[in-house]
């Protein structure tokens, strides 16, 4: 590992701390991946860095919830068949315990996207509706913006052999370094200063768009004529956010998205992906979702359809919107040139929709909602969280407006109008 690498790695890790997080002073840190089973060991030269940076910010304990995809798939190959809605209960009442005290999470998105090509289409729902299950109270804080969190991607093998596969193979994994620190900033003089310049021009974006107060959204491009109807209230934010107690974080590192929560109820039409999705350690290309009154009645793709139809039936409300983002065609991410088979990264090269849970966040006063105050005002909730990239250099949006005019908000994949 030559110095440079390392002194980048080291700025990697600060942002993620004190950009991402913003870690306070006597705040614990858990770095978590429970989606996936854990944070993956091969990682570990990065979260030492982490945990250096979090300790100098002044945290009394870092601790990391580690895995072994190896072990997953023993567990597939050798389990019980009926086993797979087993859970170490354990790991999320360990986060919980974090960020109920008032701590900091950092989430790694870390994994390879065809882990899972092969495995029992049913056994991986099994698996994953556990997992979902038992990380639906820390997605009610997330939701709530009860603590700092963020999301930071970390190359694996398997992943960047997926993302550079003409590459030698020991060449893929610092091919896939060098572009995360590309698209994060890393190689800025001052990337802090940078990040900050960024999120305000963000920020700028969300206002433009909450005083406008569309009361719906059009979309199209090849293969997408959708309708979207936004709630009375809904607000737009970029990932610039700030904790009930007053913390700001950030909490996606890269971030390029302005979002907000759909009307659960108010969505017609079919939309059709534009970038893959790896969900459950599969892949899922060229897919359409068809929707009426809100959920999806119809749907295909050309790879992973099964598990497609497997992440609708989660539960009843997993075939609902929770979320509208737009992201410029001209975002870095996009102008890469690359498919990451990342959802972190795909979606903020592109404008996406998320089935499932909205954030509570995203409404005027949700943090403070019941779930039934806000189910009636149109928030979606679920145990399933899960984005999809639409957006491309050839769609348009237009914004219904109160007095049933529309304008322009996108167009050919990037913004309408100017700030």
């Not at 990682?43 to 002044?58: D, K, N």
């Not at 060098?178 to 700028?204: M, S």
């Not at 943090?367 to 806000?374: A, G, V, Y």
């Amino acid at each position: 590992m030559d110095s440079n690498f390392q002194t980048n790695l080291k700025k990697y890790a600060n942002l993620a701390v004190n950009v991402g997080l913003n870690l306070q002073p006597g705040q614990k840190l858990i770095m978590q991946a429970l989606k996936y089973g854990g944070v993956p060991i091969q990682i570990a030269p990065l979260v030492r860095e982490i945990a250096t940076s979090a300790y100098q910010a002044g945290a009394p304990l870092v601790d990391v919830l580690w895995r072994d995809d190896d072990l997953n798939l023993i567990r597939f190959k050798h389990a019980p068949r009926d086993s797979f809605e087993e859970f170490p209960a354990w790991q999320s009442k360990g986060i919980l315990e974090v960020i109920e005290n008032g701590g900091a999470m950092l989430s790694i998105s870390a994994f390879d996207p065809d882990l899972m090509a092969g495995q029992d289409p049913d056994l991986l729902s099994q698996q994953q509706t556990a997992i979902r299950k038992y990380w639906k109270p820390i997605s009610t804080h997330i939701g709530k913006n009860t603590m700092n969190w963020t999301v930071l991607s970390i190359p694996v093998a398997g992943w960047a052999r997926k993302v550079f596969p003409d590459l030698p193979a020991g060449e893929q994994e610092a091919a896939l370094w060098d572009t995360l620190f590309k698209i994060c900033r890393i190689y800025e003089e001052d990337p802090v200063a940078a990040w900050k310049a960024h999120l305000i021009k963000l920020g700028k974006r969300s206002e433009y768009l909450n005083q406008k107060a569309y009361q719906g959204l059009h979309y199209t491009a090849p293969g997408t004529d959708l309708r979207i109807g936004l709630p009375e209230g809904h607000v737009w934010i970029s990932a610039g956010f700030k904790t009930q107690s007053g913390i700001p974080f950030t909490a996606n590192i890269p971030t390029e998205e302005v979002f907000t929560l759909p009307d659960r109820r108010l969505t017609e039409g079919t939309v059709s992906s534009s970038r893959p999705l790896a969900y459950s350690g599969n892949v899922i290309n060229n897919f359409s979702l068809t929707f009426k009154e809100g959920k999806v009645v119809d749907f295909s793709a050309e790879q992973g359809e099964q598990v497609l139809g497997s992440l609708l039936k989660v539960d009843p409300n997993a075939s609902m919107l929770g979320e509208v983002a737009l992201v410029p065609n001209s975002s870095p991410i996009s102008q890469s040139g690359l498919l990451f088979y990342n959802t972190l990264l795909d979606e903020n090269a592109s404008c996406h929709l998320a089935l499932g849970s909205a954030y509570q966040f995203s409404i005027k006063g949700g943090e403070k909602l019941s779930t039934e105050e806000f189910n009636a005002r149109g928030g979606n909730i679920s145990l399933v969280h899960e984005d999809f990239m639409v957006g491309s250099g050839e769609m348009n949006i237009d914004g219904l407006l109160p007095d049933g005019n529309t304008e322009p908000v996108m167009r050919d994949g990037e913004w309408a109008f100017n700030l």
